[in-house]
Antibody
Framework: QVQLQESGPGLVKPSETLSLNCTVS????????WSWIRQPPGKGLEWIGY???????NSNPSLKSRVTISVDTSKNQISLRLNSVTAADTAVYYC?????????WGKGTTVTVSS | AIQLTQSPSSLSASVGDRVTITCRAS??????LAWYQQKPGKSPNLLIY???SLESGVPSRFSGSGSGTDFTLTISSLQPEDFATYYC?????????FGGGTKVEIK
């Protein structure tokens, strides 16, 4: 079955750029939408944005100016970049399959923003 | 963005109890609502989509209902593995948003 695995630095300095990858295994990235969602410690879920395998993308207006989502179909991978991070961006970051509701999730990766 | 208000924020229940969680949207979202279960340290797991459709592999004791602004998730007979936090999500209006969560604890 399809599995998602997030990867990237666990610690990012304030004002720098957070960069994460999500590798899709057990299935093709094609013909699906893929989303990024995050969860600050002890808090609820926040939808960050999505990308279609063709490259069409959109992101939450609350983050839009700082978010870049991309896809590499040759690697079966999607990526998230969030620039100018602050402590408020500390969270578990999940990639998931879907645009309306998400039926397959990665295990998540914890990113801490601290100097 | 549409706000989703879940109630209660937490509840205590016993194995075998019938449990109902509500989710109210700040404006109408038709049937564009999903429910997730999340256990500590784990990623969310989709239970219900389109307000009342049961995701494949999810036990039939879970059910969802509602449309417009008011929705419910019902667990007909609470099992030990159901103690978790439950979130609703609306996807009818951009951007998708989540409710604040309902933590179901053992009584």
């Amino acid at each position: 079955q399809v599995q998602l695995q997030e990867s990237g630095p666990g610690l990012v300095k304030p004002s720098e750029t957070l960069s994460l990858n999500c590798t899709v295994s057990g299935g093709s990235i094609s013909s699906y939408y893929w989303s990024w969602i995050r969860q600050p410690p002890g808090k609820g879920l926040e939808w960050i944005g999505y990308i279609y395998y063709s490259g069409s993308t959109n992101s939450n207006p609350s983050l839009k100016s700082r978010v870049t989502i991309s896809v590499d179909t040759s690697k079966n991978q999607i990526s998230l970049r969030l620039n100018s991070v602050t402590a408020a961006d500390t969270a578990v970051y999940y990639c998931a399959r879907g645009i309306h509701y998400e039926d397959v999730w990665g295990k998540g990766t914890t990113v801490t923003v601290s100097s | 963005a549409i706000q989703l208000t879940q109630s209660p924020s937490s509840l205590s229940a016993s194995v075998g109890d019938r449990v109902t969680i509500t989710c109210r949207a700040s404006q109408g979202i038709s049937s564009g609502l999903a429910w997730y279960q999340q256990k500590p340290g784990k990623s969310p797991n989709l239970l219900i989509y389109d307000a009342s459709s049961l995701e494949s592999g999810v036990p039939s004791r879970f059910s969802g209902s509602g449309s417009g602004t008011d929705f419910t998730l019902t667990i007909s007979s609470l099992q030990p593995e159901d103690f978790a936090t439950y979130y609703c999500q609306q996807f009818n209006s951009f951007p998708a948003t989540f409710g604040g969560g309902t933590k179901v604890e053992i009584k």
